[in-house]
C-alpha cells in the first residue's frame, strides 16, 4: 500500500518560514520523480516545485528564490523549505509521486501565512 505522509504546515506570519516534509511508503522512492502541489479553495491546484530522481529541480516562477524542494533517499522523504511567506502562499500543500504511469497524492497539510 502507497502512503505518502505530509507534514510541518500550520501558521506562520508574512515573512515567515516553515519546511514540509513527505514521507513516502510502499515505493521504491529513489526511483520516483517527486513534486509539491499547491491548491487554495475555488482554485485549481497548482505545481510549486519538483525534483527528479536524479535530483533536477523546477520551479514556479511564484516561488523561486523563496523555496527549496530536496530529498533524502535514505529516509524516503521530500522537503519543502519555504521563506519569505506571503498571504498568497496559504492553500493546502500536496505531496506528489511519479513515475511513468504511476502516480500517487498525499493527503495534504494546510499552510496559513496571516498575520
Known amino acids: 500500500q502507497v502512503q505518502l505522509v505530509e507534514s510541518g504546515g500550520g501558521l506562520v506570519q508574512p515573512g515567515g518560514s516553515l519546511r514540509l516534509s513527505c514521507v513516502a511508503s510502499?515505493?521504491?522512492?529513489?526511483?520516483?520523480?517527486m513534486a509539491w502541489y499547491r491548491q487554495d479553495p475555488g482554485k485549481q491546484r497548482e505545481l510549486v516545485a519538483k525534483?527528479?530522481?536524479?535530483?533536477?529541480?523546477n520551479y514556479a516562477d511564484s516561488v523561486k528564490g523563496r523555496f527549496t524542494i530536496s530529498r533524502d533517499n535514505a529516509k524516503n522523504t521530500v522537503y519543502l523549505q519555504m521563506n519569505s511567506l506571503k498571504p498568497e502562499d496559504t492553500a493546502v500543500y500536496y505531496c506528489y509521486a511519479n513515475l511513468g504511469t504511476r502516480n500517487y497524492w498525499g493527503q495534504g497539510t494546510q499552510v496559513t501565512v496571516s498575520s
Open positions: 510502499g515505493i521504491t522512492f529513489r526511483l520516483y520523480a
Open positions: 525534483i527528479t530522481f536524479g535530483g533536477s529541480t
